[in-house]
């Protein structure tokens, strides 16, 4: 059926728009009735100090339980999300849930580290920094020991508006890190624009690292981290191989399969304690 609107332009009827269409309304049902019925978990990532290979922090990650699909990875769910514009309602969930969790840590282990993913439609959301600081005081926690990550294409998209929001958050305590660093490599001059306190630096560069050339350029990107005062931490390490070489390169923190992978939050607390077992051994 076509149709004459107000312009004088003939719409046909698109069949593939229309079952798109049909996809994103079903996604975003099927989302928020996961929110509702709590089918959405938060999963943790060791990040270790590498000299004493000792868990200083973790990094939340969401995952999806799915009654017929199983446990969903984010990149299955997450760009759907963010372009129904619920990922501020989601990532507010993770929000709280990891530092509810980082709190119980803390009793433990005192200056146990969140860290937590902020996407792009979160860091322009107006009430992210009041959200922020709510989920502070609800939660108890110290916001010294919260990290906010984003991406570089997410920062850099508003260099000014990011860095205005970003100085509004680390004034409330918290520290933000660049995550995958490195990929987006023209941003180099735009860096210090930005109030960052960490780098995490891309996967791709940890494991390329064996060979020698991949070694120099995760050197480099080292390099630059130092350069700007960050403080870096090597996401991806897979192998002692690349552990060691991260090591001679000083970087201090590390995150990676080699370690430990995303585990649900009584994974994280066994490892704790076993740890804890250890350190009173030793
Ligand atoms: P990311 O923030 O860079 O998180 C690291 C990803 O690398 C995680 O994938 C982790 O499981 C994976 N990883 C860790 N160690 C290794 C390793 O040694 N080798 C390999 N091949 N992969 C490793 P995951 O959990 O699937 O998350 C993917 C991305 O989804 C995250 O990348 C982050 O950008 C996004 N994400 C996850 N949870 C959230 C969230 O709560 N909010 C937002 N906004 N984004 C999230
Ligand atoms: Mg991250
Ligand atoms: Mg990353
Ligand atoms: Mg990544």
Redo the contacts with the bound molecule.
């Keep these: 059926r076509a149709k004459l609107d107000g312009g004088g332009t003939v719409r046909r009827f698109d069949p593939e728009l229309f079952a798109l269409e049909e996809q994103r309304r079903k996604a975003e049902g099927d989302i928020l009735r996961a929110l509702d019925v709590g089918e959405f978990e ?2 943790y ?1 060791p990040i270790v100090d590498l000299d004493g290979e000792h868990t200083v922090g973790v ?5 999806w339980r799915h009654p017929e699909r199983g446990l969903v ?3 299955v769910f ?1 760009d759907m999300a ?1 372009s129904l514009g619920l ?1 501020p309602r ?2 507010g969930w ?2 709280e849930e ?1 530092c509810r969790q980082a709190v119980n840590w803390q009793r433990q282990f005192p200056g146990f580290e969140m ?5 792009a439609s ?1 860091l322009t959301n107006p009430h992210l920094v009041a959200e922020v600081r709510a989920i502070l005081e609800r939660t108890g926690l110290d916001p010294e020991h919260l990290v906010l ?3 570089e294409s997410v920062a850099l998209t508003d260099l000014v508006e990011s860095a205005r929001v970003l100085s509004e958050l680390k004034s409330l305590g918290v520290r933000i890190a660049l ?2 660093f490195g990929t987006g490599f023209s941003s180099l001059s735009h860096l210090s624009a930005l109030p960052v306190d960490v780098v ?1 630096i ?2 791709s560069f ?2 390329a690292m064996p060979d020698s050339g991949g070694a120099s350029v995760a050197e480099a990107v080292l390099h630059i981290a130092r350069t700007f005062n960050l403080a870096p931490v090597a ?4 192998d002692a191989a690349q552990a060691e070489w991260l090591r001679e390169l000083a970087c201090s923190r590390a ?5 430990a ?2 585990m649900p939050a009584l994974g994280v607390t066994e490892l704790l304690d076993r740890q804890a077992d250890r350190d009173i051994c030793a």
């Design positions: 938060v999963h990532q990094e939340a990650l969401v995952r990875p984010p990149g997450l963010e990922l989601l990532g993770v929000l990891a860290n937590v993913n902020l996407s979160q990550e984003l991406t995550d995958d995490k891309d996967r940890v494991q996401e991806g390490v897979e995150q990676g399969y080699h370690f992978r995303p």
